[in-house]
């Protein structure tokens, strides 16, 4: 059974850091993209950023570049989301997914095979 499960949410001031982790389980993921999304309270899902599992190829969002680094962890199956200066708008539901489709259809949620179940990430102001 495949399964995505996020860790690392959790409450911290406007400038502070999180680390975000999603742990992937039940299949080989060498193939895939993982991208972490997110969604705040009455808004759409958007895109934060995205990995190539095997050539670690990274996108980004406008909204978190130079602030959120991506990266992956081959031994541990695992891919983290290291948030920097937050912000009070960066609030949302985070989630971790998995596509196999192509870096154009990345930002968009309907091409994702897999989705964990989420984590918060509240900022204050």
């Known amino acids: 059974q495949v399964q995505l499960l996020e860790s690392g949410g959790g409450l911290v001031q406007a400038g502070g850091s999180l680390r975000l982790s999603c742990a992937a389980s039940?299949?080989?993921?060498?193939?895939?993209?993982m991208t972490w999304f997110r969604q705040a309270p009455r808004k759409e899902r958007e895109f934060v950023a995205a990995i190539n599992w095997s050539e670690g190829s990274t996108y980004y969002a406008d909204a978190v570049k130079g602030r959120f680094t991506i990266s992956r962890d081959n031994a541990k199956n695992t891919v983290n989301l290291q948030m920097n200066s937050l912000k009070p708008e960066d609030t949302a539901v985070y989630y971790c997914a998995a596509t196999l489709s192509g870096s154009d259809y990345l930002t968009r949620p309907a091409f994702y095979s897999y989705w964990g179940q989420g984590t918060q990430v509240t900022v204050s102001s």
């Open positions: 039940g299949r080989t993921f060498s193939y895939y993209t």
